[in-house]
């Protein structure tokens, strides 16, 4: 348990430090900018008419803040790491005058239920098949896959969620292709609205999962090819020991270790991918946020979906690093 | 033959319960075959072998690494994946339908004698079992379908079992990286021998251990073969472990048997040139004669030399070494060599 | 490495197939040398023409041959592709190296700072950057920011070769018979990193050229020198689909789709015949039964 002790330590040390060098880096980027982005900001907001004195004053207030332009270099460093801390990213120039946490706080939980969804589908499939892949290495149908397989993985998420985009909303509409459920759906949890749900899903999580599948596939089917030439694996072939015991509780158990740790590792760039995705299919989560507010000019918004990424991200990455001893004994005990 | 020796086959007889061999290898022939680049390669690493293993008998392979006797075993115990093939030759098993090569048994009827009957112990026990798993969960895997009963008779018999290499039970809700590596090897020959088969093939049972260890873990072995009446083909290049344990023994190079004699004979009176270099290459308290190296080295099996494949190294060697390939000829009772020069056809 | 390259695509199927299509595509932009029309002047021939004989690939709305259009969007690309990869091929060795080989708290600080960058998601921090920088975001400017980001997954990968390599016993041999070190680093180990580093490049040119395609087609580049993705983000403007105009989406996005497969096929290729355990697998399983 001792051991235990130590490496949280170090899971959590290293989160720490990516959400610091991570949240320090959006604040150099900020610096970057070569002209006073606030006055621009607050112009774009004035014209449209009838907004209050006070909401401009908060809304410059917090943009000089956000933007590090307040007070001494270090209290400009505080204040926004003050605003990062409390979730206060100010008002939204695109949505005035709702605060952009509020924004964001809509979003998340159809970007986290779509990833999440998504990316244990594609991870437990496409392990799954991979690892049969590489135990029975000559059956034609697994081999095609893998054709398949490698020939969709390396095309970015962009293009295959529009081809799909393409396909289903214009040469075969069968399914929604845009918003998160029909828009005539109120909040309550109905059925009705769990399955419209649902269905505008469909289209953004095969995006994301037609891509991704064939990393997983090719990444086990190759542990597996490896795996049956271990020592264990010989010998309780020679022991006669049943096939599919072996495959799953000899085979699998061991393959799926380093795949665990290859789902953190790519935690980040299946983000990305989300993002792309929900904007393609306008589904209503942090991605589309992230686009929409760029075209506005909305920096409150993109900063905080940015923060928020990135935490989000790191707090995903810890989670698995911590289940992890459970997987594998050997790192249990020093 | 010496007292000594027909002793000991004597013994070996009178406990033995069946006259026929264990295990029969007529004319072995193993071969990795590649096809990499456009090269065709065959590496003969086991070309043409013939030995018996009788009832109740501890045999023993030596061989410098690359003799091909790592080969032989998985040859013997159809444990092949590709490239390795079996070429040539038959290996009969006594439990298996006779005159039946286990490389024409059906899938059922290995799986049959897997463990039962046959079993194996491996080399570098370091990674034997499931690092994922405790060492119950292996004994379950792989003895449960052969000794059958409930969960606790068959967990009772597993610790009953463990006694006979003074294991505690403890060891059961172990990791395998959780024990040393003695105690790892003693999990291995418990696992092998659990099921009562009737040959037990040891691939260097003892490398990786300590020498301390290793004496500890030989004598258990010998132990639980006798108990449970098993034969025991062990295979190791350390002469010294062959010397203490085995009651025959068999020399190997190039991919080939070379000599074969009871063990105590073999250290008295080796007949094969390669067979002398290596028992006078072992150390002897009290001598101070410096030893002399062998000209060469080991061949290349993809190229073996023409004829004995030890030609080219032997101080004996005639032409006609170069030309034919000598077979086993027996030159005493129970010992055969290989060889033109000793003995060997005429 | 020369000779291996050539018996990976003697052999090797899967090199033989993305070399052919990494050809293509470089070959296409090469065709950019000798087009007949300038890639940034716009109503130079009729437009919203499907493929025909004059026009491969048909025109766009704006006016422009799109196959000529392409040959410009790819080399591009492709350059930006390449640029960004040496950058961060630089990048990647001297920090993967460096870990390797020097070890101990060095290694340790390196490595932490290089998984943060492997955690960190890089698309909003690039959006960020866009958004900040807007039009003194230029290609250049984007190339080095990528490369700052992207090293660390391929640092890593060299810093395992770095380690295997600093322990092997021919390096030992090296040494003691009086090689220096850095002839040992020539000699002796680089022929391991060679195909690591081909590898790796293939990878890194994928990653960033879909993140470069990402990036153009929601308008976060400067798109008025031409891209794969730029030429989708027009087309999207204009409305393409809709208006019926398919082909000023579905060469592109061909061609680079080809680009992508190609180099994953290098790369897979590559790394399978590093693997010396998957090599015997290789040989045994085409030699005999």
């Not at chain 1, 069968?174 to 949890?189: D, F, Q, T, V």
């Not at chain 2, 096809?35 to 008998?57: N, T």
């Not at chain 2, 190079?253 to 002398?276: D, I, M, N, S």
């Not at chain 2, 030893?291 to 290349?300: A, D, I, Q, R």
Request: net charge positive.
């Amino acid at each position: 348990m001792r051991f235990y002790a130590t490496y949280l330590a170090q899971r959590l040390g290293q989160f720490l430090l990516v959400v610091f060098i991570g949240i320090n880096l959006t604040y150099l980027i900020t610096h970057l900018t070569p002209i006073d982005p606030v006055e621009q900001s607050i112009a774009a907001v004035t014209s449209f008419g009838n907004t209050s004195p006070e909401a401009i004053g908060a809304m410059r207030q917090s943009l000089r803040e956000l933007y590090g332009l307040t007070g001494a270099p270090h209290e400009q460093y505080l204040a926004f790491w003050r605003r990062i801390a409390t979730a206060d990213f100010g008002p939204s120039l695109s949505a005035f005058p709702t605060p952009v946490s509020t924004l964001i706080a809509r979003a998340l939980p159809w970007t986290i239920g779509l990833l999440a969804t998504a990316t244990l589908l594609t991870w437990v499939l496409g392990n799954l098949l991979g690892g049969l892949a590489g135990y029975y290495q000559n059956k034609k149908s697994l081999k095609l896959l893998a054709i398949i397989a490698m020939g969709l993985h390396p095309v970015p998420y962009y293009i295959v969620a529009f081809v799909l985009l393409v396909m289903f909303g214009y040469l075969w509409p069968l399914l929604p292709i845009a918003g998160g459920k029909a828009m005539n759906l109120g909040n309550e949890l109905s059925l009705a609205v769990v399955l419209s749900i649902l269905k505008h899903s469909i289209l953004p999580a095969l995006s994301l999962l037609l891509v991704g599948l064939g990393g997983w596939f090719l990444g086990m089917r190759s542990l597996v090819s490896n795996i049956v030439s271990e020592d264990y694996v010989v010998y309780a072939e020679l022991a006669g020991v049943d096939r599919r015991r072996i495959l799953g509780s000899y085979v699998m158990r061991n393959a799926l270790l380093p795949q665990v740790t290859g789902l953190a590792l790519s935690l980040g760039a299946i983000f990305n991918g989300a993002i792309i995705t929900e904007q393609v299919f306008g589904y209503p989560g942090v991605g589309s946020l992230l686009v929409s507010g760029v075209y506005a000019g909305d920096y409150g918004l993109v900063l905080g979906v940015a923060t928020v990424s990135i935490i989000g991200v790191s707090t995903a990455v810890l989670i698995i690093d911590l289940l992890y001893p459970l997987l594998d004994p050997r790192v249990r005990t020093a | 033959m010496t007292a000594k020796t027909a002793n000991i086959e004597a013994e070996r007889q009178a406990a033995a319960t069946h006259a026929e061999p264990v295990l029969r290898v007529e004319g072995l022939k193993a071969y990795y075959r590649t096809r990499h680049f456009g090269v065709e390669r065959d590496v003969k690493a086991v070309d043409g072998v013939s030995f018996e293993v009788r009832d109740y008998e501890i045999y023993g392979l030596a061989g410098e690494s690359s003799s091909g006797k790592s080969t032989l075993l998985k040859a013997i115990a159809a444990a092949m994946r590709p490239p390795l093939q079996v070429v040539g030759g038959t290996v009969r098993l006594r439990f298996l339908q006779a005159s039946k090569s286990i490389h024409a048994a059906s899938p059922a009827e290995l799986a049959a004698l897997r463990w039962r009957k046959l079993s194996y112990i491996m080399q570098g026990s370091m990674s034997a079992l499931n690092p994922v798993r405790r060492v119950r969960r292996s004994f379950e895997d792989f003895a449960a379908r052969h000794l059958g009963g409930s969960g606790a008779s068959f967990e009772a018999r597993v610790i009953e079992h463990l006694h006979l290499v003074r294991l505690d039970k403890s060891v059961l809700d172990a990791y395998p990286h959780e024990l040393s590596g003695g105690m790892r090897q003693r999990v291995t020959i418990a696992l092998a021998t659990i099921c009562r088969p009737d040959l037990v093939i040891a691939d260097e049972p003892t490398t990786a251990l300590d020498v301390v260890v290793q004496k500890d873990v030989l004598d258990m072995l010998r132990d639980v073969a006798r108990q449970t009446r098993a034969s025991l083909l062990l295979v190791t290049h350390d002469l010294g472990v062959h010397a203490y344990l085995t009651d025959r023994l068999g020399i190997m190079y190039g991919g080939r048997l070379v000599e074969e004699a009871p063990t105590e004979q073999l250290f008295r009176a080796p007949q094969h040139p390669y067979a002398k270099h290596l028992i006078a290459s072992l150390p002897r308290i009290g001598q101070e004669a410096p030893k002399v190296t062998l000209p060469g080295g080991p061949p290349n099996l993809a190229e073996p030399p023409s004829g004995c494949r030890f030609h080219p190294r032997c101080p004996l060697a005639m032409d006609r070494c170069r030309r034919e390939t000598p077979e086993m000829t027996e030159v005493a009772p129970q010992h055969r060599v290989a060889c033109f020069a000793v003995g060997g056809p005429a | 490495m020369l000779t291996t390259l050539r018996d990976l695509l003697r052999y090797n199927p899967e090199f033989r197939i993305g070399a052919v299509l990494l050809g293509l595509v470089v070959g296409m932009a090469a065709l950019s040398f000798v087009s007949p029309y300038a890639p940034l002047d716009t109503f130079v021939v009729a437009p919203d023409v499907p493929p025909s004989w004059q026009h491969p690939f048909g025109t766009t709305s704006r006016g422009q041959d799109v196959f000529w259009l392409l040959t410009f969007a790819i080399r591009n690309t492709l350059s930006f592709g390449i640029l960004v990869a040496v950058l961060s091929r630089l990048l990647s060795l001297l920090i993967g190296l460096v870990a390797g080989y020097k070890g101990g708290w060095v290694d340790r600080v390196l490595m932490a700072i290089n998984d943060t960058f492997i955690a960190i998601p890089l698309f909003p921090i690039l959006v960020l950057f866009y958004f900040v920088l807007r039009d003194a975001m230029s290609w250049t400017a984007l190339a080095v920011i990528m490369a700052l980001l992207g090293w660390a997954y391929d640092a890593r990968l060299i810093r395992a070769l770095a380690l295997s390599l600093k322990s092997r016993e021919f390096t030992y041999t090296g040494l003691f018979s009086g090689m220096t070190t850095r002839e040992v680093l020539v000699r002796e180990h680089l022929p391991y990193v060679m195909p690591i580093v081909f590898a790796t490049t293939m990878n890194n040119m994928n990653w960033s050229i879909g993140l470069e395609v990402t990036l153009s087609v929601l308008g976060f580049t400067d798109i008025n020198s031409p891209t794969v993705g730029g030429m989708i983000y027009w087309a999207n403007q204009h409305t393409a689909l809709v208006a019926g105009v398919w082909w000023w989406i579905a060469f592109p996005v061909f061609l680079v789709v080809l680009l992508f497969i190609g180099l994953f096929l290098l790369a897979v290729s590559m790394n399978e015949h590093i693997d010396p355990r998957s090599r015997l697998r290789r040989m045994g399983a085409e030699g005999g039964a």
